[in-house]
């Protein structure tokens, strides 16, 4: 069956980096568009970032010029590099795949960003 396994989160100081992976297994994992998501305490789960199967990425406004996606197809793994980190940053972090009507989320990874 499809699994999602988050790692590679944990507490950094601001301005700090941290680099997320979430492996994939149970399907072609390089057919599919992979995308991080993150949810703050009390906040809506938000979209982070996205890559397609061909490689384009689309990240959220807020984390375009600190974070990048990234994909290795033979290790069926998608990361997350997250530069400049800052408070409002600290969130756990999904990853997620969708297979026709199916969704798929990992269990996340939290991601805590001191002042």
């Known amino acids: 069956q499809v699994q999602l396994v988050e790692s590679g989160g944990g507490l950094v100081q601001a301005g700090g980096s941290l680099r997320l992976s979430c492996a994939a297994s149970?399907?072609?994992?390089?057919?599919?568009?992979m995308t991080w998501y993150r949810q703050a305490p009390g906040k809506e789960r938000e979209f982070v970032a996205r890559?397609?199967?061909?490689?384009?990425?689309y990240r959220a406004d807020d984390v375009k010029d600190r974070f990048t996606i990234s994909r290795d197809n033979a290790k069926n793994t998608v990361y997350l590099q997250m530069n400049s980190l800052k408070p409002e940053d600290t969130a756990i972090y999904y990853c997620?795949?969708?297979?026709?009507?199916?969704?798929?989320w990992g269990q996340g990874t939290q991601v805590t960003v001191s002042s």
């Open positions: 890559i397609t199967r061909s490689g384009n990425t």
């Open positions: 149970g399907f072609t994992f390089s057919i599919y568009d």
């Open positions: 997620r795949t969708t297979r026709g009507p199916n969704d798929y």
